[in-house]
């Protein structure tokens, strides 16, 4: 069976965009760079064709995983419900250990930005809070050791 990608109707949407963006137009400049370095003749010594074969490369890998993603991808619909832990749901907890509280967003792998604390649902904190509700303790096991965290808050 194939992977299945959770990710929001936005972000399924971003990543449709991006892979038009990356087939439409950023497939076309780097096939112009290739044609452009073809023109200054021997290839064995063209360091522009290399950097702009290694490019088309790289580009079209990442096309063949957004479609991947994109095939296999499974719409989360959006839910007001805070009485449980879910995809979508924005979660402040209160780390036992280190005495501190954090917010984290639980959302698909294809959605994660650490920058932002939106984490995976496939993640050790993702996946320990996820079907959880407000007043629990859960226990996360972390490559480094497990730890508690005590579910305050459910948005």
Request: no cysteine.
């Amino acid at each position: 069976m194939a992977d299945r990608f959770f990710m929001t109707k936005k972000g399924y949407e971003e990543a449709v965009k991006q892979l038009d963006y990356l087939t439409k137009v950023k497939r076309a400049e780097i096939v112009e760079r290739i044609q452009e370095a073809r023109s200054h003749g021997d290839l064995s010594e063209n360091a522009e064709y290399d950097a702009a074969r290694n490019e088309q490369a790289a580009n079209e890998g990442e096309i063949a995983e957004l479609d991947y993603r994109i095939k296999n991808a499974v719409i989360i619909e959006e839910s007001d419900d805070t009485s449980v832990v879910h995809l979508g749901s924005k979660v402040t907890v209160f780390d036992e250990e280190l005495g501190e509280e954090e917010t984290y967003t639980i959302m698909g792998t294809t959605e994660v930005d650490a920058m932002q604390n939106i984490i995976s649902n496939e993640s050790p904190v993702g996946a320990a809070l996820l079907r959880r509700r407000k007043g629990d303790k859960v226990t996360v096991k972390a490559p480094d050791g497990d730890y508690v965290l005590h579910i305050l808050k459910i948005d």
